[in-house]
């Protein structure tokens, strides 16, 4: 089984999916709801386009083609800050505010260390929107936790530095664990993988910001209206869990995110990477996959490794 493949296209594919719909309002969206893949919208892009999201997430992948290499996949993010590169058609779209600024923080010392913010109001999920490729490779070369989790934290200080975003990315590592290595039902990989996360994590203050998680059975039942789908990190992880627990396909899963409204592409992608994984590339809609633009390339990039 290929589980970037799966994964990979799961995320891309849900970033095209919520790309027309972001910044608008969960009630705007209801009035016309996502129920297929279409252009234009946001930014006017073509349907099958996808945003930053997916531009890191590739950019992430092919440095990792020779293996984990933070100074490689940090020039590899310039190359698509400064050259347009892993972009659908060679034009930067879309970009968070923390990401360009680390981005640039980068270009002028040249050291990965301090590049990343470290501001409790820089958690954004710019982090966790890319985080999957490190996650899959820490699972398939069979990373004791420790080590793992410390490579998740390196990788999303590139960029998002503060604790709360590496543990956002640590607690997203530890459900690509579980539903890649386990034999079960979704809701039980998820439950089980966010006991094992709240284990690990469990002397760090930060962890107080993901108390809603504790208890997946309390989590699963909130309403809709409890569920925030903006761009802070926390959010973001939430959401993106709320539609996995709520949902039975990958198809649902994803459209459920898009209508939650706001930050569409990227709750999307982070659920649809999961849900890749878990229901595999074979069970996300053919139609959608066939209009990913430079799918071949992605593809590509998810064999060679």
């Not at 594919?13 to 709801?33: C, H, M, T, W």
């Not at 966790?128 to 699972?139: E, G, K, N, T």
């Not at 990989?189 to 962890?207: D, G, K, S, V, W």
């Amino acid at each position: 089984m290929n589980h970037y493949k799966n994964g990979i296209m799961g995320l891309v594919v849900a970033d095209a999916l919520g790309v027309p719909y972001e910044f608008k309002s969960r009630e705007k969206i209801k009035q016309n709801p996502c129920v297929d893949m279409i252009g234009h919208g946001t930014f006017n892009v073509e349907a099958g386009c996808w945003s930053d999201d997916s531009s890191m997430t590739l950019a992430t992948l092919d440095s990792l083609q020779n293996g984990y290499n933070p100074v490689d996949i940090m020039n590899k993010f310039i190359d698509w800050y400064k050259k347009d590169a892993y972009t659908p058609f060679g034009e930067v779209f879309d970009m968070g505010m923390a990401t360009g600024d680390a981005m640039d923080n980068y270009l002028n010392t040249k050291d990965i260390t301090i590049c990343g913010l470290t501001s409790e109001y820089s958690n954004g999920n710019g982090s966790l929107m890319r985080i999957l490729p490190i996650c899959i490779y820490a699972v398939l070369q069979q990373l004791p936790v420790e080590e793992a989790v410390q490579m998740v934290h390196e990788a999303s200080s590139l960029t998002h530095a503060h604790m709360r975003s590496k543990m956002a990315c640590g607690i997203y590592y530890f459900l690509v664990k579980e539903i890649i290595d386990t034999n079960d039902t979704l809701y039980n990989r998820i439950q089980t993988a966010l006991r094992n996360a709240f284990t690990y994590y469990n002397n760090n203050p930060e962890l107080q910001h993901y108390h809603r998680l504790q208890s997946i059975d309390l989590f699963a039942k909130l309403p809709e209206s409890d569920i925030k789908s903006g761009g802070y990190v926390v959010e973001s992880l939430e959401a993106s869990i709320y539609c996995l627990l709520n949902n039975n396909t990958y198809k649902d899963t994803v459209l459920h995110a898009v209508n939650l409204g706001f930050d569409t592409d990227t709750t999307a992608a982070i659920a649809g990477g999961l849900a890749g994984l878990y229901y595999t590339y074979e069970n996300i809609p053919l139609e959608w996959i066939n209009t990913i633009k430079r799918k071949d390339y992605i593809l590509q990039l998810c064999a060679m490794i």
